[in-house]
């Protein structure tokens, strides 16, 4: 059968499959640390800043989703937020802190990625949906951006790799 690969024996880094089969493998390694990196520093950030994290004030949660509110997709959705916006605020920010480690680590990594796609849908149909032209907002980029780690997970380098692993080696007796 020509067109169809059959040698699947081998392992990644000894070389035998070549640096293009080595470079596909670990393609979304690279996406899955700046992801991780980026919303461990947002949340971080987030929580950090005193001026953020208040309900009224040049720079706050609350007077930046009064000030989205009007071109938001889902205004609805700013309203309940508005509801308790420090407690948005720190819910967001923790959620990105959660969702920054787990993806690090590779943790769980496509339930992660799931919640790091939510966490930039809700921020896009919010805060950059009147973004004109669209792809000056970050949250569309980042939400397309989630898509292959859903689909994927973190099958390599991570924790989900080790805790597959031992499944495996505990279902062989090895345990």
């Given at each position: 059968m020509t067109g169809i690969r059959m040698d699947t024996r081998g392992t990644r880094l000894n070389g035998r499959n070549g640096w293009r089969d080595t470079a596909a493998h670990y393609a979304l390694l690279p996406l899955r640390v700046f992801l991780g990196v980026t919303f461990l520093y947002a949340g971080l950030d987030k929580i950090t800043d005193s001026t953020f994290m208040k309900a009224v004030g040049a720079g706050s949660i609350g007077d930046t989703m009064r000030a989205a509110r009007g071109t938001a997709a889902l205004p609805a959705l700013v309203d309940l937020a508005l509801k308790s916006p420090v407690g948005f605020g720190y819910a967001i920010a923790l959620g990105e802190?959660?969702?920054?480690?787990?993806?690090?680590?590779?943790?769980?990594?496509?339930?992660?990625?799931?919640?790091?796609?939510?966490?930039?849908?809700?921020?896009?149909?919010?805060?950059?949906?009147?973004?004109?032209?669209?792809?000056?907002?970050?949250?569309?980029?980042?939400?397309?951006?989630?898509?292959?780690?859903?689909?994927?997970?973190?099958?390599?380098?991570?924790?989900?790799?080790?805790?597959?692993?031992?499944?495996?080696?505990?279902?062989?007796?090895?345990?």
């Open positions: 802190l959660a969702v920054g480690i787990a993806t690090l680590l590779g943790l769980l990594g496509r339930l992660a990625a799931l919640g790091g796609a939510l966490i930039s849908l809700s921020l896009w149909l919010t805060m950059s949906w009147a973004t004109t032209p669209y792809y000056y907002g970050n949250d569309l980029a980042y939400l397309m951006a989630w898509l292959p780690l859903i689909l994927a997970g973190a099958p390599y380098l991570s924790l989900d790799a080790v805790r597959r692993a031992r499944g495996r080696r505990g279902a062989l007796g090895y345990l």
